[in-house]
């Protein structure tokens, strides 16, 4: 059976990495075809991947490489039919959280001597490293982490008087709510509740107040593991964005999408959302430098010491 090789989206590698699986018999491929399938649909994402392809094909004199961008939704089922049909791509590139269900098809290529090759584990983030990891052996090598920040107005700030960032969860409220003026199509808050990424800013305010979801064992495997502590901690987090949804975001949030929040943040409507920083390609696409000035960027406060993942329970269960 021919089997794929998974690169999950968490830590930026070299180009040249990208496409380890095609040397992964000592030295370049003579000639062939390489097939890649990317859920990188960004425009600037999606060409810097066309770029290595080419690149690639330059260092490999009779080898082509076809990249296929695919949406979110519904790739992980053709992945999978495509390995029981038992002609899946070469090259996966996806997000993290699939290998596991693709190893257990027997369909994908363990990664651990790329890994290697690489130059080891210690060339990654171990926490990024282990989301690959399923049955003791990793499936995925991370490509890239995308850091979540917190984005706000300068000028909405002066205006409203505030002259500090927030330090805690209570001054993040005060803050949204302050420059929160419905007259004025204003709002302080906003998140993307429709989509698959509002789980991310969920997972910004879980990890702030101290909430560990899942843990691995010592084969890499991974679990949901909530104890008492952590419902606690969850019943409060959904509590506080309940409160902040009401109190300073559009009537409307809970139908929103990622692009609508991103367009309502980058023209003025809403003030504060969590985000990857790709809320700068929106602003600077409508030509307003003025309002990609007036973007200013902190880390979300802790309200709890703040966790960090799976780390704490991992090394439990480790020692």
Same mark, same amino acid.
């Given at each position: 059976?021919?089997?794929?090789?998974?690169?999950?989206?968490?830590? *930026?590698?070299?180009?040249?990495?990208?496409?380890?699986?095609?040397?992964?018999?000592?030295?370049?491929?003579?000639?062939? $075809?390489?097939?890649?399938?990317?859920?990188?649909?960004?425009?600037?994402?999606?060409?810097? *991947?066309?770029?290595?392809?080419?690149?690639? $094909?330059?260092?490999?004199?009779?080898?082509?490489?076809?990249?296929?961008?695919?949406?979110?939704?519904?790739?992980?089922?053709?992945?999978?039919? /495509?390995?029981?049909?038992?002609?899946?791509?070469?090259? !996966?590139?996806?997000?993290?959280?699939?290998?596991?269900?693709?190893?257990?098809?027997?369909?994908?290529?363990?990664?651990? %001597?790329?890994? !290697?090759? =690489?130059?080891?584990? %210690?060339?990654?983030?171990?926490?990024?490293?282990?989301?690959?990891?399923?049955?003791?052996?990793?499936?995925?090598?991370?490509?890239?982490?995308?850091?979540?920040?917190?984005?706000?107005?300068? /000028?909405?700030?002066?205006?409203?008087?505030?002259?500090?960032?927030?330090?805690?969860? $209570? $001054?993040?409220?005060?803050?949204?709510?302050?420059?929160?003026?419905?007259?004025?199509?204003?709002?302080? #808050?906003?998140?993307?509740?429709?989509?698959?990424? !509002?789980?991310?800013?969920?997972?910004? #305010?879980?990890? !702030?107040?101290?909430?560990?979801?899942?843990?691995?064992? &010592?084969?890499?495997?991974?679990?949901?593991?909530?104890?008492?502590?952590?419902?606690?901690?969850?019943?409060?987090?959904?509590?506080?964005?309940?409160?902040?949804?009401?109190?300073?975001?559009?009537?409307?949030?809970?139908?929103?999408?990622?692009?609508?929040? &991103?367009?309502?943040?980058?023209?003025?409507?809403?003030? /504060?959302?969590?985000?990857?920083?790709? *809320?700068? #390609? %929106?602003?600077?696409?409508?030509?307003?430098?003025?309002?990609?000035?007036?973007?200013?960027?902190?880390?979300?406060?802790?309200?709890?010491? =703040?966790?960090?993942?799976?780390?704490?329970?991992?090394?439990?269960? &480790?020692?």
């Amino acid at each position: 059976m021919k089997r794929t090789m998974i690169l999950g989206l968490v830590l *930026i590698l070299t180009a040249g990495v990208l496409f380890a699986g095609g040397g992964r018999q000592g030295g370049a491929v003579g000639s062939g $075809e390489i097939t890649v399938w990317s859920t990188l649909t960004q425009t600037v994402r999606a060409t810097v *991947i066309e770029n290595i392809a080419r690149a690639y $094909e330059r260092q490999n004199p009779g080898v082509n490489v076809t990249v296929e961008v695919m949406p979110w939704d519904g790739t992980l089922d053709r992945l999978i039919a /495509s390995i029981m049909a038992k002609n899946p791509p070469d090259l !996966s590139i996806h997000g993290s959280g699939w290998p596991q269900t693709l190893a257990q098809t027997g369909g994908i290529e363990a990664m651990d %001597d790329v890994i !290697s090759a =690489i130059g080891g584990r %210690d060339q990654f983030l171990q926490m990024a490293l282990d989301l690959g990891m399923y049955d003791g052996k990793y499936y995925s090598a991370p490509l890239y982490v995308t850091p979540y920040i917190t984005m706000y107005r300068k /000028s909405w700030l002066q205006e409203a008087g505030i002259t500090s960032l927030p330090t805690t969860w $209570e $001054e993040y409220y005060e803050m949204c709510r302050a420059v929160t003026d419905p007259a004025r199509n204003r709002y302080g #808050f906003g998140a993307p509740f429709t989509d698959i990424h !509002s789980w991310k800013t969920m997972w910004v #305010f879980l990890q !702030s107040n101290n909430v560990n979801l899942v843990n691995v064992d &010592r084969n890499g495997n991974w679990f949901v593991d909530v104890d008492a502590t952590d419902r606690a901690a969850i019943i409060e987090v959904y509590d506080y964005v309940f409160r902040l949804i009401r109190d300073t975001s559009p009537s409307g949030l809970v139908s929103y999408n990622q692009n609508d929040v &991103r367009q309502m943040v980058a023209n003025g409507v809403i003030m /504060s959302r969590i985000d990857t920083p790709e *809320i700068y #390609f %929106d602003i600077r696409g409508l030509d307003d430098m003025d309002a990609l000035e007036d973007i200013g960027y902190f880390s979300f406060p802790g309200r709890k010491r =703040i966790g960090s993942g799976c780390d704490t329970k991992a090394r439990e269960r &480790r020692t």
